[in-house]
């Protein structure tokens, strides 16, 4: 009898998946991986591997690795014949195309704007030379290392004379850039010294003073390098003491088109603009309701004045997302798996967060804003006022489940291998709850609709405010005036979320993204299941296994279709 060994399921998947043609075989969007998942998955070990190894950053040895680690791999990739593979296959395809070049492009940048100031940092060429002999642990002779030291303590010194003297101006993304290269630096001598000091009892008799001199001196230069800057490339400080870097609209429309968004910034605010009028009148029509004719920021104020006592908070948002899951799960929207309920938890902002973020934050803990004991009394009632129920119930859904818990726990168990993290995916996805669950009649009451078009009206202020600051149109204290004038927002909080878009690590793009993304995906549902092809639950579940990615793409697998090898974003998604 012949034997038979039996080989992984996921094997005999993907080896169906090739073998067969895409469109006669189903099974191949339940597929755990795709034909490129060996590539991606070594290209993303070796990139750790590198990024850990060449770890000083701005150093022309790291930039040219890389160069020529993201050129290999764009060669590698290349040998793949795009046309044989499954659409899952193409999808990967093109966004490790898009992931390799946008890479290359980064360090392009960093290339020529490093050759810009280069001849006014290079004086720390030899500490890059000394750290590279440190990684393999060499014998270093301190004197020698001291000496090498003193001398570029003293060429920082003749460099700052040469500096003051010549006066030159640069633009700000220059002077960040010299502050980045002395940064790196700074971890490199960090490096070395703390690696011989102790165990090397001549290394640091020698070098302990040098270094500290050496460390000093860098820190100097760097304030004085950024002294430098042009003032007319500055954004003015308009008394918000928000102080950003909008981008211009050239820069946007590159970062628009790598996010596969087919539309020009003036286009995006035109459709802000539509999805704002609607909110307009519904708002009008709550606010009657409640008896407050069209005066809606009245009845707004009355919502606001729901707000929980001091210390109820975290139970009033339990409370929330039970509403939310129970509703969920009456109407058979999506699998819930027992663990995503049963696994996530809470924390408690603090009051310095809460400048930056004004309101609770999701994910597998539920972080809630609420006032402390040390914050002055308005901040206080700016923040329980902000923070009432009915705002509040509006984005729980948002924050756990079906939204950022759920979809921080379905991509640690499908298709993990996939990289492509992007906010059109990961907020887009979880603000069409809010659009879907409005049309379900989610909310009970005018209050609760007052609370779920504050935030829709924020999400659409969000396009608008960002894109015209970033096209150079407004400053942040126009932004702030506009989302308390336009939204409703306490000021305090509406100071919170621009410092929170334009100071913090977040993209340009990010905060459009909420409503754009939440656009694609509710369009997408309008295609699929409201067209018979597909129930609602068929429909989420689907999204949720294929992992994160420009929502586009996410059509393009659920839909089976074919791609072309030089995709270029096409999908116009809003037709109203």
Not at 319 to 332: A, C, W
Request: charged share 30%; glycine share 6%.
């Amino acid at each position: 009898m012949m034997k038979h060994t039996a080989k992984p399921l996921s094997l005999l998947l993907l080896a169906l998946a090739i073998c067969m043609p895409v469109k006669a075989f189903q099974a191949e969007k339940d597929a755990p991986v795709t034909e490129l998942y060996e590539f991606i998955v070594q290209m993303r070990a070796d990139y750790g591997s590198l990024r850990r190894f060449y770890f000083i950053e701005n150093s022309p040895e790291r930039r040219e690795r890389f160069v020529t680690f993201f050129q290999n791999q764009t060669d590698k990739l290349e040998k793949f014949s795009f046309n044989r593979l499954s659409t899952g296959g193409q999808v990967d395809y093109t966004l490790t195309k898009r992931y390799l070049d946008d890479n290359l492009f980064q360090l392009n940048e960093e290339k020529e704007e490093y050759n810009t100031i280069k001849a006014w940092v290079d004086f720390g060429t030899p500490i890059y030379e000394i750290e590279q002999k440190r990684r393999r642990g060499l014998h270093m002779d301190g004197d020698k290392i001291a000496k090498q030291l003193d001398d570029i303590a003293k060429q920082i010194e003749s460099t700052t004379a040469k500096l003051k003297a010549e006066n030159p101006t640069f633009p700000r993304n220059l002077t960040r850039r010299a502050s980045g290269v002395i940064r790196g630096y700074k971890t490199a001598l960090k490096s070395v010294f703390e690696f011989y000091e102790g165990y090397d009892p001549q290394f640091t008799w020698w070098v302990e003073k040098p270094y500290q001199s050496l460390n000093a001196a860098l820190d100097e230069y760097s304030k004085t390098f950024a002294a430098q800057v042009d003032k007319s490339t500055l954004p003015p400080d308009d008394g918000s003491g928000i102080i950003g870097n909008p981008i211009g609209r050239e820069e946007l429309i590159r970062q628009l088109k790598l996010e596969m968004i087919p539309y020009t910034p003036e286009e995006l605010v035109e459709i802000a603009n539509k999805e704002f009028a609607w909110c307009d009148a519904e708002l009008l029509k709550a606010s009657r309701e409640m008896g407050f004719g069209d005066d809606w920021k009245s009845a707004q104020e009355k919502v606001k004045m729901s707000f929980v006592p001091p210390g109820h908070q975290p139970e009033a948002m339990l409370d929330l997302y039970n509403q939310s899951v129970e509703f969920l799960k009456k109407h058979d929207l999506l699998t819930i798996p027992p663990i995503a309920e049963e696994s996530w938890r809470m924390s408690m902002i603090s009051p310095e967060r809460q400048l930056i973020s004004p309101f609770f934050l999701g994910g597998e803990t539920l972080q809630i804003s609420y006032p402390t004991d040390e914050m002055e009394h308005n901040d206080k009632m700016m923040s329980m006022r902000g923070n009432n129920p009915h705002f509040s119930r509006a984005t729980v859904h948002h924050e756990l489940i079906a939204g950022h818990h759920l979809q921080g726990f379905m991509n640690r168990r499908y298709k993990d291998y996939r990289y492509y993290r992007t906010p059109f995916w990961t907020e887009g996805w979880a603000l069409y709850w809010e659009l879907l669950l409005w049309d379900m009649d989610f909310p009970r009451s005018p209050e609760d609709r007052i609370g779920m078009l504050f935030w829709r009206m924020h999400r659409c202020a969000r396009i608008i405010f960002s894109l015209n600051y970033h096209l150079g149109e407004w400053t942040p204290q126009e932004c702030i005036n506009f989302l308390v004038d336009r939204v409703g927002h306490e000021r305090a909080n509406a100071e919170g979320e621009v410092r929170r878009s334009f100071t913090a690590n977040y993209g340009p793009l990010y905060q459009l993204a909420y409503m754009i993304g939440g656009m694609q995906f509710y369009a997408m549902k309008k295609e699929l299941v409201d067209g018979g092809k597909m129930t609602i639950k068929e429909y989420h579940d689907a999204v949720l296994r294929e992992n994160s990615m420009p929502v586009e793409m996410v059509r393009a697998l659920i839909t089976d279709k074919n791609l072309k090898k030089n995709f270029e974003t096409s999908w116009r998604f809003y037709d109203k």
